[in-house]
């Protein structure tokens, strides 16, 4: 599966954004799609996560209750909302998908797939 990530911007801090990760392939709808983000120096870092059927969704506690990852199987389409934007939001965000253990879906390393970024700016 290829994954094509778009959304991202600059925004003021309380601001929304929405991340965009398209699929194209067959098998979207049984992978588990992960959001992660990055900044300059450090690892990649979990973000959110949903699993195949949409029912289920994970959440780092740094994000948890400001955004919300979802997805549409028939659009071959993961989202994140993302509010109440803050200044440490800031990074290069990673959508990412696969066949995982549902206990592995904070693990980069779980997954193959891999879009190609989308960057995040929220200034102060």
């Known amino acids: 599966v290829q994954l094509q990530a778009s959304g991202g911007g600059l925004v003021q801090t309380g601001g929304s954004l929405r991340l965009s990760c398209a699929a194209s392939?067959?098998?979207?709808?049984?992978?588990?799609m992960g959001w992660f983000r990055q900044t300059p120096g450090k690892e990649r870092e979990f973000v959110a996560a949903?699993?195949?059927?949409?029912?289920?969704?994970y959440y780092a506690d740094s994000v948890k209750g400001r955004f919300t990852i979802s997805r549409d199987n028939a659009e071959n389409t993961a989202y994140l909302q993302m509010n109440s934007l803050k200044p440490e939001d800031t990074a290069v965000y990673y959508c990412?998908?696969?066949?995982?253990?549902?206990?592995?879906?904070?693990?980069?390393?779980?997954?193959?797939?891999w879009g190609q970024g989308t960057l995040v700016t929220v200034s102060s």
């Open positions: 990412a998908a696969d066949s995982i253990n549902s206990l592995r879906y904070a693990k980069s390393y779980a997954y193959r797939h």
């Open positions: 949903v699993s195949w059927s949409g029912e289920n969704t």
């Open positions: 392939g067959h098998t979207f709808s049984s992978y588990f």
